[in-house]
């Protein structure tokens, strides 16, 4: 009788027990969608930023920028170094010509000096899908470079 009394108690501590975590789990499932919803469609299709290192004589071009879409303004991130010391370029008129490839002057960008020093931000937009060629002008005190550059794909 003692060990049939016992075992009824151990299981019913053993449902009490089930149940506790089955609850325990549901509200987790509901709590914690809310603190972590789903992403947002356009951070969720975020493309990864394209970069090319392009030279001249003179300077290295290291830029970063976004894909670029017809219509939409697309960040150029661009890092400057000057090979005849290393150092970075300052103070430049930095200044992208965009072309259609092989074609006309499509529009231009004029680069603003970021805040590190040999850093600047341009924007760019071209209106229609094609390929185009953009080439970039870099003129200070010191130095007076153009490099003309291919393969830019709008979408």
Known sequence: MILKIQ?????????????ACILACILACILGGCSRG????????????????????????????????????????????????????????????????????????KAKVGKVTGIYVAEVTIAKPGEYDIEFQVKNAELDERMPL????VE
């Open 38 to 109: 789903a992403k947002p469609r356009a951070e969720a299709e975020e493309e990864e930023a394209l970069s090319r290192t392009e030279f001249t004589g003179r300077i290295e071009n290291f830029f970063e920028y976004e894909p670029l879409r017809a219509g939409e303004p697309s960040h150029f991130l661009i890092h400057l170094t000057d090979l005849s010391d290393g150092s970075p370029v300052e103070k430049a008129e930095v200044t992208l010509t965009i072309r259609a490839s092989g074609g006309a002057e499509v529009g231009q960008a």
């Open 7 to 19: 075992s009824e108690a151990i299981w019913a501590a053993a449902a009490l027990l089930i149940c």
């Open 150 to 153: 291919s393969d830019f794909k």
